[in-house]
């Protein structure tokens, strides 16, 4: 396990996650393990894999190869007329100790699914600490199945890791609906809702070594091609939610506009959207944005399930850099989560770690967003609203939200025109 103190102050470029796993494969005993079995592997070999992972060389990317057999469309389990659980955890894959207890706090659902990032540049041995529970991972699997998206830090090690290894113990496990997630990009649906992961993390990286965000990143062409071929937003009027590691738009950090100019082009004018994404480490919630086409999109960035959330300076809402001109400075940022859970080493404020559920039921969705309860081993709902889609006309409504810290000492900070703006009421 991790000491989240490690993390405090960290610089998310490539270089600097690379060089931490460069130094754990140095002082720490050599690994034994794989998602699949047991390594012959000795530590000078296993320090120079890690050395060689040095840079911004991307593994080859995959898709789903026979689309006849398993086309990236996973069908729920559970009949429409019940409630699903699905819960949504981001950053989470760090191995701390706030991450195995997120873990467990998340681990009554039908679907669970990792929107990315595993530290420190998710090759072998750091899936395997967090995603294989025959040595001890913790990740949540889900009664249905689980999925997982592609962040930029899989891609510190290339991403070989997370297509060879995680891939293939992520999909649907109901028998004879058994199929794994083959690439990094899926399409989980009922009736009345389509949750579509989207695969931000392959083109997230900028230069050889990775120093610095990419800003001009896009979904990669298979990936364009299987949205529009296969998954074709506009056959119908189902609820559409889509999830990301990046963020599309931001009060706070830099912007990756790319998907969602091309969302905006291959979708109905005017079509609303629910977009939920991680990377930012912070929960905060936004009211309507326009994509060129007219769709209102419904943001969230769901907070981090493991890593600290650390509240500086930095984590004010500001206009990002490549900030456009049409839009207010912070996005309509509705509200975030700036409340303090702690100090470590009695100065570094510490915040809040969480995770998400989606409960599906016929045309209804409500979000839960939980945190972490001052540590203790029972979540705590902060935040819930409710939506329903209108299957005639596609129409998506906000019914409801409630803060439920409200009134409390430590409240969620609201912005813009209030925490009814969040869902277009």
């Given at each position: ?132 529970t ?9 009664k ?11 891609m ?53 070594l ?27 009027n ?22 969602g ?5 291959i ?95 016929d ?8 945190d ?54």
């Amino acid at each position: 396990m991790k000491d989240k103190r490690k993390f405090i102050g960290m610089n998310k470029s490539s270089i600097v996650s690379q060089l931490k796993s460069v130094w754990d494969s140095i002082v720490h005993p050599k690994p034994d393990y794989d998602m699949h079995a047991l390594v012959e592997e000795n530590k000078i070999a296993w320090i120079i894999r890690n050395i060689a992972n040095l840079g911004n060389s991307h593994f080859t990317y995959q898709s789903y190869p026979k689309p006849e057999l398993n086309n990236g469309i996973f069908k729920m389990q559970n009949p429409s007329s019940k409630s699903t659980a699905i819960a949504l955890l981001s950053d989470w894959a760090s191995d701390t100790a706030e991450s195995h207890l997120i873990a467990r706090q998340a681990s009554d659902n039908d679907y669970s699914i990792h929107l990315g990032d595993t530290y420190y540049v998710g090759n072998k041995k750091e899936i395997a600490d967090n995603f294989n529970t025959d040595y001890g991972g913790t990740w949540p699997y889900g009664k249905q199945g689980s999925f997982a998206l592609l962040g930029n830090h899989e891609m510190y090690s290339s991403g070989r890791s997370y297509f060879q290894q995680l891939l293939p113990y992520m999909g649907n496990f109901v028998k004879e609906h058994d199929k794994p997630q083959q690439a990094s990009f899926f399409c989980l649906e009922n009736e009345f809702w389509r949750i579509i992961g989207l695969d931000t993390g392959y083109y997230s990286l900028k230069g050889i070594l990775g120093i610095g965000p990419n800003l001009k990143l896009d979904l990669p062409d298979e990936h364009k091609d299987w949205l529009e071929k296969t998954v074709r937003l506009n056959d119908d009027n189902r609820g559409i939610i889509f999830l990301s590691h990046h963020q599309c738009f931001s009060a706070f950090e830099d912007e990756f506009p790319n998907p969602g100019k091309y969302i905006s082009s291959i979708m109905k004018p005017g079509r609303d959207i629910l977009w939920l994404w991680g990377h930012e480490h912070w929960f905060s919630v936004y009211g309507a944005n326009k994509l060129e086409n007219g769709s209102n999109v419904y943001a969230r960035c769901v907070g981090n399930s493991g890593m600290p959330v650390e509240l500086n300076a930095k984590k004010k809402p500001k206009a990002p850099k490549n900030t456009d001109a049409s839009h207010a400075f912070n996005r309509n940022l509705t509200l975030f989560d700036g409340r303090l859970r702690e100090k470590m080493d009695d100065d570094i404020p510490i915040g809040y770690n969480g995770f998400c559920m989606l409960n599906v039921q016929d045309n209804k969705l409500r979000i839960d967003y939980y945190d972490d309860n001052d540590k203790k081993e029972d979540r705590r709902k902060i935040l819930q609203e409710e939506w329903a889609v209108d299957l005639a006309t596609g129409k998506l409504s906000g019914i409801d939200i409630v803060d439920f810290t409200e009134g409390a000492a430590k409240k969620l900070t609201v912005f813009s025109k209030g925490i009814r703006n969040a869902i277009g009421g």
